[in-house]
């Protein structure tokens, strides 16, 4: 949102036509909100939080493309090659919502979810929950909140360093914004939220 604040602006205006300020969005809510959704399968995509899955094992010899893979081999597969896929997105490494939206609004691509949750029999077991988890955080903290870089002294908007972390699971580093109410009506409907 940092980095995009033209996304956040759209995602905030869809919630808004949608929703219409006076309630936080639901789950039931999910199938309305078409650019959120984008934006959510764009981040996936864009920033992968297993870059190259879990290695898996062969149970079996077997062959791909020609080349012999032996029983027991370990198999890492390069989930982040593939969502980066210049043959399947364009310009991949951007990051881009509107490429999921069908044409002509968007570039009508296709998210593959699989990239994200591993394949076959050890496919992500909590991948149901990850996907509604991740879709309401964002959906309420968009519904209620700006997310803006912090100003510098002379009043400039400072652009965040973003750096990611290199582990097997890859998340951004810890870096400062501001997170505030978006405006009164947003700061009341936090508060309710919470005496609920
Ligand atoms: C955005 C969040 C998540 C992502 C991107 C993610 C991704 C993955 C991936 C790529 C795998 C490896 C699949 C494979 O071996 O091919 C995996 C495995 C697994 N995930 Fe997730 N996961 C997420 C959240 C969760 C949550 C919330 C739970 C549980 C509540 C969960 C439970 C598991 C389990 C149990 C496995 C091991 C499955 C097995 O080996 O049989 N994951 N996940």
Redesign the pocket.
């Known amino acids: 949102m940092l980095l995009h604040p033209e996304v956040q602006k759209k995602a905030q205006e869809e919630i808004d036509r949608v929703i219409r300020r006076d309630r936080l969005p639901e789950l039931s809510d999910h199938g309305s909100l078409t650019y959120l959704q984008c934006v959510m399968d764009e981040t ?1 995509r864009w920033q ?3 870059p190259i ?4 094992q062969t149970t079996a010899d077997d062959t791909y493309r020609g080349m012999h893979i032996p029983k027991g081999a370990i198999i890492v ?1 390069n ?1 982040r090659g593939l969502t980066w896929d210049e043959t399947k997105f364009h310009d991949p490494r951007s990051f881009k919502p509107e490429r999921f939206l069908p044409k002509p609004d968007g570039a009508g691509e296709v998210p593959s979810p699989n990239t ?12 149901f ?3 509604n ?2 879709w309401i955080a964002m959906a309420r903290i968009l519904a209620v909140f700006s997310i803006t870089p912090l100003k510098d002294a002379e009043g400039h908007l400072m652009k965040p360093d973003v750096k990611f972390t290199t582990e097997m ?1 890859r998340h951004v580093k810890p870096f400062k914004c501001d997170i505030l109410p978006r405006d009164e009506k947003a700061r009341l409907l936090i508060i309710n939220a919470s005496l609920d």
């Open positions: 996936m992968p939080v297993l899955g879990i290695p898996h597969a989930s994200v949750y591993g394949w076959g029999r050890r496919i992500c077991a909590g991948r929950l990850a996907d988890s991740v699971t």
